[in-house]
């Protein structure tokens, strides 16, 4: 009597369960200590660990597993650990490594969606791999801008401080010329400065206080690294008929309806 092979278990499948049994935890912690506003970012992780899941059944497209990793990795990293751990407070690689990564991912998701568009019989054009390659980058850049929009937003109309500040030590401004001049006015070798408020409340910095700017332009740097390095194997990928190891195990496929095998991609 023949025995039917056991199917093995994705791999992606089984990091998505660990991590979420994680977030439980997390959950039920945050619950327990009555921080409602970490218990809903656990909810909220929870829910976007569904997300790649939904995605390919919406669109019906197949996600590389090295993709879905680097998604729940990203997500349990980002709202996890970044938020209620306070990564992002304790290392301060831990905002830069995550934009990173994310200028990386939404590079392959640029490259995919106008390849597939490109691959669709019903598109009148085709683009050489050079300008697809072009496109995702910019696909990528677009998004790292966006969020950073995201960023400002939340924190002018809901006080939060998604745009952390960063200490330094000197800086130029016009607005320091009493003349009302273009000449900037240099203000170097800071060594501590006091805020005062007008309830009498006063803070010491040991340095001055930059309000965002510096890693809101950090982030979009690191954001086009990410997408600059996704690029060359990207650029090869297409090239070359999806002949790229490295590529292929971060860009989506399009499935074919009758066999659900994933459509090689072809070059623009």
Known sequence: MNRRPKKSIPTALIIRSVLQLAVITVAIRTASQKLWESFFVCILAFILFLAPSFIEKKFRITLPTGLEITIFLFIFAAEILGEIECYYMKYSFWDTMLHTVNGFVFSAFGFSLVDLLCQN?????????????????????????????????????????????????????????????NLPIAVTNITQSILYTADGSSFVIDGYLDIGLTDTIKDLFVNFIGAAVFSVPGWFYVKRRGNNAIAAAFIPTIREESSGIPKPHSTP
């Not at 966006?146 to 809901?158: A, Q, R, T, Y």
Request: net charge positive; hydrophobic share 50%; glycine share 6%.
């Open 121 to 181: 019989k019903r598109m009148k054009f085709r683009l050489s791999p050079a300008f697809l390659t072009f496109t995702a980058f910019c696909f990528s850049m677009t998004i790292g801008t966006l969020w950073e929009f995201f960023e400002f937003g939340m924190d002018h109309l809901f006080a939060l401080d998604m745009q952390k500040d960063t200490i330094i030590y000197q800086f130029r401004s016009v607005a320091l010329n009493g003349k009302n001049g």
